[in-house]
């Protein structure tokens, strides 16, 4: 079964919107943390939010939120005030075992490519 | 601080040659990990390494392999390049092994002809 699964493969927004990118995971941990990327056609993986199982806040990095509901093993990435410079490619991932001494390893899901229209 | 930094950034090789990437990590960042990105199979875990030892590994044949040097570089080597080993390879540091961030290198492409 899919750890990560990222049902949208492509999402287009206009400019100055806000976009929501969805991410379902797969785990029976406890302890694991969330991530999302974004990789721009440059190909460099850009860190943009993290989010841990035990947080109780949602995750916030300036336009960057993190909607994590929990018992919906959702983890969906939302962008405020879309801009152009944020068509890229964006990836969720997760690591599962990060406070048991034996963290495993990142898995990602196939992604989703943002297009931002002007 | 500088950035992962990972040579060289693209490289050509034919089949059945071998091929050793490099990755320095982010100054102070002990852990690094490797991922293999290809258009068919996405992003494909490789093989992670903290103080040395190789903390996690994919499921990805022998001809791949990899090693950490005591100042935290690693290097991976693939053996006897296949037409399918062609891909971008992204290397990743992170301060600790665990819950830390996982910071990304800009890759190397690598063309199997």
């Known amino acids: 079964a899919q750890k990560i699964t990222q049902t949208q493969p492509g999402m287009f927004v206009q400019e100055k919107e806000a976009v929501t990118l969805d991410c379902t995971y797969d785990?029976?941990?406890?302890?694991?943390?969330l991530f999302w990327y974004k990789q721009p056609s440059s190909g460099e993986m850009i860190f943009l939010i993290y989010?841990?199982?035990?947080?109780?806040q949602n995750a916030t990095e300036g336009r960057y939120s993190l909607n994590f509901q929990k018992a919906r093993k959702s983890a969906n990435l939302v962008i405020s005030a879309s801009q152009l410079g944020d068509s890229a490619m964006y990836f969720c991932?997760?690591?599962?075992?990060?406070?048991?001494?034996?963290?495993?390893?990142?898995?990602f899901g196939s992604g989703t490519q943002l297009t931002v229209l002007p | 601080k500088a950035g992962v930094t990972q040579t060289p950034r693209y490289l050509i090789k034919t089949r059945g040659q071998q091929v050793t990437l490099s990755c320095s990590p982010i100054?102070?960042?002990?852990?690094v990990s490797w991922y293999q990105q290809t258009p068919g199979q996405g992003l494909q875990f490789l093989f992670e390494?903290?103080?040395?030892?190789?903390?996690n590994k994919g499921n990805f044949p022998g001809r791949f392999s990899g090693r950490q040097f005591s100042n935290s570089r690693s290097e991976m080597n693939v053996s006897t390049l296949e037409l399918g080993d062609s891909a971008l390879y992204l290397c990743?540091?992170?301060?600790?092994?665990?819950?830390?961030?996982?910071?990304f290198g800009p890759g190397t492409r690598l063309t199997v002809l």
């Open positions: 990743a540091s992170s301060l600790e092994w665990g819950r830390n961030t996982q910071y």
């Open positions: 991932a997760m690591r599962e075992g990060i406070s048991s001494g034996s963290a495993r390893q990142l898995t």
């Open positions: 989010q841990g199982s035990y947080d109780e």
């Open positions: 785990t029976s941990d406890q302890s694991y943390g």
């Open positions: 390494y903290f103080s040395e030892t190789q903390r």
């Open positions: 100054s102070g960042h002990r852990s």
